[in-house]
């Protein structure tokens, strides 16, 4: 499986980019939010990969953040909804918005996202409400202003998450994790998860 693709971009577009990395050329399917970061065409790239087989194709979905791909990830989870709905969701909103309108039920700002009606939206809140990491500005009512998670610590926060720990109990582990001096990823990761158990 490809997970991350690093090379020069060739195109792009606002749903797509070709990425020639060993003198191959990917096509890359992006949210808009990816696409309004990516330099210009000649620059270096590097994207985060979902690779999504299907008995008749192999396709390929890039993010620029951890964040992106996370949600694009738990999106497609949801019955009904393919990748190529989970990349307009995330090309509708910016993640943190996203985020927020999932965790507080806003149905009514889901369904402005074209292609998404109101059963889907519904589906969307009750299967990931309670699976996201609260939104940054939700984080610090939460914590009480405490400093927002770096990127490795959100990539810890992901993997435990993945694993099936709750949002709040995995954040609180990374966090006291954190405390411990661990300044990479497996270290962190390993200290995290038994004290999440």
């Given at each position: 499986m490809i997970a991350h693709l690093r090379g020069t971009l060739l195109e792009k577009h606002p749903n797509q980019a070709i990425v020639e990395a060993g003198g191959v050329g990917y096509e890359v399917t992006i949210p808009i939010s990816t696409y309004a970061a990516l330099p210009e065409a000649g620059g270096e790239v590097r994207l985060r990969i979902h690779t999504?087989?299907?008995e008749d194709a192999l396709a390929l979905f890039g993010f620029l953040t951890q964040d992106e791909k996370f949600l694009f990830e738990r999106l497609i989870s949801i019955s009904g909804i393919g990748?190529?709905?989970?990349?307009?969701v995330?090309?509708?909103?910016?993640?943190?918005?996203?985020?927020?309108?999932?965790?507080?039920?806003?149905?009514?700002?889901?369904?402005r996202i074209p292609g998404v009606g109101?059963?889907?939206?519904?589906?969307?809140?009750?299967e990931l409400r309670e699976?996201?990491?609260?939104?940054?500005?939700?984080a610090a009512a939460a914590t009480g202003g405490r400093a927002p998670l770096s990127t490795l610590d959100q990539d810890v926060l992901s993997a435990l998450m993945n694993l099936g720990c709750a949002p709040a109990a995995a954040e609180t582990a990374v966090r006291q994790a954190k405390l411990g001096g661990a300044a990479d990823f497996e270290p962190l990761?390993?200290?995290?998860?038994?004290?999440?158990?």
């Open positions: 999504h087989v299907r990748p190529k709905l989970a990349i307009t995330l090309s509708g909103l910016a993640v943190a918005e996203l985020i927020a309108a999932i965790r507080a039920g806003a149905v009514d700002r889901l369904v109101k059963k889907t939206a519904e589906r969307i809140v009750l699976k996201l990491p609260a939104a940054p500005a939700e990761f390993r200290r995290a998860l038994d004290l999440v158990r």
